[in-house]
């Protein structure tokens, strides 16, 4: 069910939105940049344990999960 926000409410979830999505902006930057470094790695990760580019990826991911949760949370 959609959530309705008063003019007050909206402009308070988008003052938090909005560091969240630079967050999430850079990150995407980021992961676009490496792909494709790690990506070939990635693939072949599942037999037989992975590499540095894919590894280092992980905390990216991570960090994007939880702020995608975040401003899902909001609204």
């Known amino acids: 069910m959609p959530r309705h926000f008063t003019v007050e409410e909206a402009n308070a979830a988008l003052n938090e939105i909005r560091p969240l999505v630079e967050e999430i902006m850079r990150i995407h930057q980021v992961?676009?940049?490496?792909?494709?470094e790690a990506w070939p790695a990635?693939?072949?990760?599942?037999?037989?344990?992975?590499?540095?580019?894919?590894?280092?990826?992980?905390?990216?991911?991570?960090?994007?999960r939880r702020l995608v949760h975040r401003v899902q949370q909001l609204s």
Request: hydrophobic residues 40%; neutral net charge; charged residues 30%.
């Open 42 to 64: 990635i693939e072949r990760a599942a037999g037989n344990g992975g590499n540095r580019a894919a590894s280092e990826l992980v905390p990216e991911f991570e960090r994007l």
């Open 31 to 36: 992961v676009i940049t490496r792909q494709p």
